[in-house]
């Protein structure tokens, strides 16, 4: 059975979570690849409402194997939070199992991450401060620690006092901090290590047993192509890359094993942290959105922080379908659009120069880019409740072409609420 890719086409926060929740359900194994605390994926059954940012969204189905791959950057501390708020609230203990070549975040990572966008002040990336740059930094500079050596002592010791010579001098004399003690810290990592041995496993022969066995794989990536430090609008991307390609590596499974790609994309535009959005609406109109968006308003699943919004942005979304390869669409959020008369979207950029485009430009030629919108007719009433596609109301279905069109990817699903009933497929 091929493995399915379950990717972001935005800026993040599309709904992949519910979407991958309604997909586990058919599936053997749900896998992580990349990224780590700093993306909140919100589901919504029959246990609650549930922020997972470490775990694999497969973990409240008892059927399903939850996989943390290499690729990932493993915060032991909100894993352990989050298995153990699984258990207090009544979920059958999921099967988890990370990669032993996973590296783990260190206290010292968040501690960088943090110095470092206070140091940045007003020119800061809007980071979530959950250590993600400073542990990619550390992971190809060749000074990051793998799971599997917090049970080498003598090893650990040694590269992690090489790792914090560098890093003290710093603390000290650019950020004004006291040095970081290893003894202290290897206490830490020792905790660490024993709640950890139950769950580590070498996953790539897991997975490649599976796939070869042709079992159901499910993917799931975080945040969105428009955060891929390659593709995306770099340097306002995040450090891992988001895309399905990049799956294979993450997760430790073949190139070609992943030939179904479903992009979610939100109906409207939605993004946390700085970084260029065209499509951007303020004040009043904004507020409006964000407080009908998702199921409790569009604030961030890891920060709380108001998102900030915008009208669908099909310039945007062609590209991050194109680079995530989307071989389908997950349409999300088209019921919280209901209470618009008209609704505008963006087609096409007018870049500073002055030139119209629908190729989504290089992060250089994004400053002072405009969106050039035009509105379609909005269906003015609620949807949530609509279960088949041609029960749309008229409008709404012309919304959803327009859209299809405009990326040039087929719609397979169209989800109008938060909770796993509420799909529509086509
Ligand atoms: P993810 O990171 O891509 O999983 O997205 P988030 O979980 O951060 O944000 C998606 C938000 O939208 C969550 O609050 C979901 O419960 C909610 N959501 C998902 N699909 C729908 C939908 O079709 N309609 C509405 N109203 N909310 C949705």
Redesign the pocket.
């Known amino acids: 059975m091929p493995v399915t890719a379950i990717v972001?086409a935005n800026w993040?926060?599309?709904?992949?979570?519910?979407m991958t929740d309604v997909l586990a359900a058919h599936s053997s194994f749900v896998v992580r690849y990349q990224g780590g605390s700093n993306?909140?994926?919100?589901i919504?059954n029959e246990y609650g409402k549930f922020a997972l940012h470490m775990l694999p969204s497969g973990v409240f189905y008892p059927h399903v194997t939850n996989v943390i791959g290499p690729g990932t950057a493993l915060d032991a501390d909100v894993l352990l939070q989050e298995l153990q708020q699984l258990e207090d609230r009544g979920v059958p203990k999921p099967s988890v199992f990370i990669s032993d070549r996973t590296q783990l975040v260190m206290p010292y990572h968040r501690l960088f991450d943090q110095l470092e966008e206070e140091r940045l002040g007003s020119l800061s990336f809007g980071s979530t401060r959950r250590g993600i740059a400073p542990f990619y930094a550390d992971k190809y500079a060749k000074l990051g620690i793998q799971a599997a050596e917090l049970f080498e002592p003598a090893r650990l010791r040694s590269r992690l006092s090489q790792s914090l010579a560098a890093k003290n001098v710093l603390l000290e004399h650019l950020y004004g901090m006291p040095p970081i003690d290893l003894e202290a810290l290897l206490l830490e990592l020792n905790e660490y290590a024993a709640k950890l041995q139950p769950y580590l496993l070498n996953t790539t022969e897991l997975l490649h047993r599976a796939n070869q066995s042709g079992a159901s794989i499910l993917v799931e990536g975080q945040l969105g192509a428009l955060r891929d430090p390659d593709h995306g609008i770099y340097p306002y991307s995040t450090s891992s890359s988001t895309l399905a390609g990049f799956a294979s590596v993450g997760a430790g499974i073949p190139p070609g094993s992943i030939e179904r790609v479903i992009a979610?994309v939100k109906a409207y535009s939605s993004c946390v942290g700085a970084g260029p959005f065209i499509s951007e609406i303020t004040g009043e109109e904004a507020n409006a959105l964000r407080l009908r968006g998702?199921?409790?308003g569009e604030f961030g699943?890891t920060t709380g922080r108001p998102r900030r919004m915008g009208w669908f942005d099909a310039v945007a979304t062609r590209y991050g379908c194109m680079v995530q390869g989307a071989t389908e669409l997950a349409l999300?959020?088209?019921?919280?659009l209901g209470y618009l008369e008209a609704i505008p979207v963006c087609s096409a950029y007018r870049l500073a120069n002055g030139t119209i485009t629908q190729e989504f430009p290089v992060n250089a030629k994004l400053e002072g880019a405009e969106p050039v919108l035009s509105k379609l007719p909005g269906w003015s009433c609620d949807i949530s409740g609509v279960r088949e596609f041609d029960q749309l109301p008229p409008n709404a279905i012309s919304y959803v072409e327009w859209m299809e069109q405009a990326i040039g990817i087929r719609i397979g699903s169209i989800?109008?609420?938060?909770h796993r009933d509420?799909l529509i497929k086509r």
């Open positions: 972001g993040g926060d599309e709904g992949k979570g519910k993306a909140g994926h919100t919504i979610v998702g199921d409790a699943a999300t959020n088209l019921d919280v989800s109008v609420g938060p509420q």
